[in-house]
């Protein structure tokens, strides 16, 4: 990766591990360090696929460090790391987190699709901060959010267009529940992800979202919005039964957890503009300790 792109976000590492043994190990902590709402890799998943995991979470949480954080021009970060990306498929990786990724992707044959799309989608980022429609919306998860799952998904060895497509209505809950949740944080950074024609639904303008004034008609539109959300995660629950029972568990948590933040949401009182709704560690505790037992008894 370039200078500049080292120097525009810091977190990067400066040496470059010697074995692959160490670059997975990079992407363990990197991936500990910004897991957000739950734990990325739970300690139900089999220990040959963690460091997978890790390595694709990796790979996917400094791309959107990059769209997100990364100081100078953006856009020319993101076709650096892309250009890094085929590199290192190519055989020349430079960095430990592409030195990790790069053995994950030849050793579970993932197709590199993916992985271009969500760096296409912190591209969007730089471009795009409004939605006018519901439509736009789901088109701009479909390179946010779903490439992520079809990397799981290919991490477990499922490429099938039955597992994927109920994949892409987990991710796609999951992306939406996150903005819903961020609001107000996304709004500091000038976007609103809420559909424009949602707005004009429940009556609701773009100032009152900058103004973070929340009533009764943001209620009703975020309550609109969180169904929406419930309704993905409720198609997207049918892949629990299609995965093994080995990572099944794991599947479930993704779920739950996005089931979890919309929960959030709603014990605010649907207010996600005064302060941004937050799962509790006594809540995520409580999913882990109940999913575990689940999977001990084989359900």
């Known amino acids: 990766m370039t200078a500049q792109t080292g120097d525009g976000l810091r977190r990067w590492p400066i040496e470059r591990p010697t074995t692959p043994r160490e670059a997975y190990r990079w992407c363990e902590q990197y991936a500990r360090r910004h897991d957000e709402n739950f734990t990325v890799v739970s300690f139900l998943l089999p220990k040959k ?80 901060s409004r939605f006018a429609t519901y439509d736009d919306v789901l088109t701009y998860c479909s390179y946010s959010a779903t490439p992520v799952g079809q990397m799981v998904l290919a991490v477990l060895g499922y490429t099938d267009a039955e597992r994927v497509a109920l ?27 809420l559909p424009l024609e949602d707005l004009q639904r429940f009556g609701v303008d773009e100032q009152q979202i900058i103004d ?47 089931e979890a933040i919309l929960n959030a949401i709603e014990a605010a009182g649907y207010d996600t503009l005064s302060a941004r709704p937050r799962v509790t560690k006594a809540v995520k505790a409580r999913l882990a300790l109940v999913n575990g037992a689940r999977i001990a008894v084989g359900i």
């Open 49 to 128: 696929l963690r460091r997978h995991f890790f390595a694709v979470y990796a790979f996917c949480r400094y791309t959107d460090d990059l769209g997100d954080e990364a100081e100078g021009d953006r856009l020319a970060l993101l076709d650096s790391w892309e250009q890094d990306l085929h590199d290192a498929v190519a055989g020349n990786p430079r960095r430990p987190l592409l030195i990790a990724l790069a053995r994950t992707i030849e050793r579970k044959e993932i197709p590199l699709d993916p992985f271009l799309r969500l760096i296409e989608a912190n591209r969007m980022d730089q471009r795009v």
């Open 212 to 258: 973070r004034r929340f009533d009764e008609r943001y209620r009703e539109l975020m309550k609109f919005e969180v169904a929406r959300a419930r309704a993905c995660f409720a198609e997207g629950k049918k892949l629990e039964s299609r995965v093994s029972r080995s990572v099944r568990t794991d599947i479930r948590l993704y779920r739950l957890g996005g």
């Open 167 to 193: 994949s892409d209505q987990t991710c796609i809950g999951l992306q939406l529940a996150n903005f819903w949740q961020d609001v107000s944080v996304d709004i500091e950074k000038g976007r609103i992800y």
